[in-house]
């Protein structure tokens, strides 16, 4: 017969937190970290995952001011099909090329093999641009701006990871056409610009702008520009964003032209440009430690949560003043715009609820004892720094927002902080290597050439590491000296790209 479970051992079994730690062994803390709180369901479809309540929140404030900002500019949201037929996709051979592995298609009708394979799209330039052929007559009919929020399926590829790489996610994609260059090129940095504040002002993740190499660049783009994260734990940059300047090769290829005022026929411009549900993942890696979530207050579901601290002698009247005064306040930080909850439950102790609380990224925790009540205060803790303070129930609906604030401002400072202290400027290939082995990233003078950069990668991969790839020529550029030279290849420099390896 099988021994009691004593009692001790029950309570293990509901012991909250993570068994693995960030510093120690990074890939099972985060897959621990996504599930335990409760962000992410596995799937029965390899590389596939299901996305709870409080993650899919995150993604709609990403999309709720992201879509005020683009329709603020003039973008105009459509929604286009699933599926894409087989000529179609390989309209642009270039294009579909790249993306040629990550195809997955449909080849049979419930029991009957179908006559022609039909795409899921990956992408949807080649869903949509048939259709702008048809739209588009006249230089009145620019520009056409159009963005569709939808999920996309891309399905060959190793390691899957949630929110960072899977087989179906969320995105919006943006596709527009101009008369000119120009206007194409000033949306391209507006869009970019927009992925910065997504990452920065809501995410508190630090990002690095700057344009993509021809080796990296979007298969069929004129050129590419980026915004780069960086998880310093795992020494591997992210790309965060992407707007790409399609030129006229899509235009070519599927005839959208236009009748200038001079009555001539001329091809559009075009643009493409996407974020995904990728964002949350680079939020979480950044920010979140070994006791849970740590979210940013602008993405948070729950800013602040209240909980009762009651002695076991706590008088019944007194409980029951203090539920009061808790409804209270919930309801004059509600109405300072704060997202709260309460958590009054008697089953738990307030340390497991601090537990709980903490797991989940709840961004304060407001706690009333009866010496708060005495003194008609509450505690406050940050769940980012664990800094505690007191507010008297007066200044709560006042102070707690502008608290929130600070949280939001000072989690990206501390982000910049770690970012700014994992690149480092180098000149040689010797110095390239130290940094790159040291998880850092590494700023270089470079060639700019496809060779150069598809040798770096095969010399800088080191046993099982990947080896280093250009993350981005960065927009800011230190200045280049006079007679610098490639870091890899000895040739002239052309400028300054920031490399790394990366998810």
Request: contains cysteine; glycine residues 6%; proline residues 5%.
């Amino acid at each position: 017969m099988a021994p009691k479970e004593s009692k001790k051992e029950t309570k293990k079994e509901t012991k909250l937190g993570l068994a693995a730690k960030k510093g120690d062994n990074f890939s099972d803390w985060y897959t621990e970290l996504v599930v335990a709180s409760e962000l992410i369901s596995y799937y029965d479809v390899s590389g596939c995952y299901i996305l709870r309540p409080s993650a899919y929140a995150m993604w709609e404030v990403i999309q709720s001011w992201f879509d005020k900002e683009i329709k603020a500019s003039g973008v105009k949201n459509a929604y286009f099909p699933l599926f894409i037929t087989e000529d179609v996709l390989n309209t642009e051979k270039d294009h579909v090329e790249g993306f040629a592995p990550e195809v997955a298609w449909v080849t049979k009708a419930g029991n009957t093999p179908m006559e022609k394979p039909i795409a899921i799209r990956p992408t949807s330039e080649t869903v949509m641009y048939p259709y702008y052929s048809q739209w588009i007559r006249s230089h009145r009919d620019l520009p056409l701006r159009l963005n569709q929020w939808t999920n996309v399926v891309r399905w060959e590829f190793k390691y899957p990871t949630p929110f960072i790489r899977s087989r179906e996610f969320l995105w919006q994609e943006g596709h527009t056409a101009f008369a000119t260059q120009a206007e194409a090129e000033a949306e391209v940095l507006e869009i970019l610009e927009l992925y910065r504040q997504v990452y920065e002002d809501l995410l508190a993740v630090p990002v690095v702008k700057g344009r993509k190499s021809r080796k990296e660049q979007f298969a069929g783009a004129l050129y590419t520009t980026t915004v780069e994260a960086f998880i310093p734990e795992t020494g591997k940059a992210i790309q965060g964003a992407t707007s790409h300047c399609l030129g006229q090769n899509f235009s070519k290829m599927f005839n959208i032209e236009y009748e200038s005022e001079d009555k001539s026929k001329q091809l559009v411009w075009q643009n493409s440009w996407g974020i995904t549900t990728r964002s949350i993942g680079v939020m979480l890696m950044t920010h979140s430690d070994d006791k849970g979530l740590v979210l940013p207050p602008k993405v948070a579901e729950t800013q602040a949560v209240i909980i009762p601290i009651p002695r076991n002698n706590t008088p019944k009247e007194v409980q029951e003043k203090m539920l009061a005064k808790i409804t209270e306040i919930k309801s004059q930080l509600e109405k300072a715009g704060v997202r709260t909850i309460t958590d009054t439950r008697e089953n738990y102790t307030p340390g497991w609820k601090f537990n709980h609380h903490e797991l989940h990224g709840v961004c304060l925790r407001i706690e009333v004892g009866p010496k708060d009540m005495e003194n008609e205060s509450v505690v406050v803790c940050r769940r980012d720094t664990g800094d505690k303070q007191f507010i008297s129930w007066a200044d709560v609906a006042e102070k707690i927002p502008a608290l929130l604030v600070t949280m939001q401002e000072e989690m990206l400072g501390a982000a910049r902080l770690k970012h700014k202290a994992c690149m480092e400027v180098v000149s040689t290939w010797d110095e390239f290597m130290t940094a790159i082995n040291n998880k850092h990233m590494a700023l270089a003078p470079w060639a700019d050439e496809v060779e150069v950069e598809e040798d770096v990668k095969k010399r800088s991969a080191v046993g099982k590491l990947t080896g280093a790839k250009t993350l981005c020529i960065p927009f800011e550029q230190p200045e280049l000296p006079e007679g610098a030279v490639c870091f890899a290849s000895g040739k002239p420099a052309k400028n300054w790209a920031l490399w790394g390896r990366s998810y």
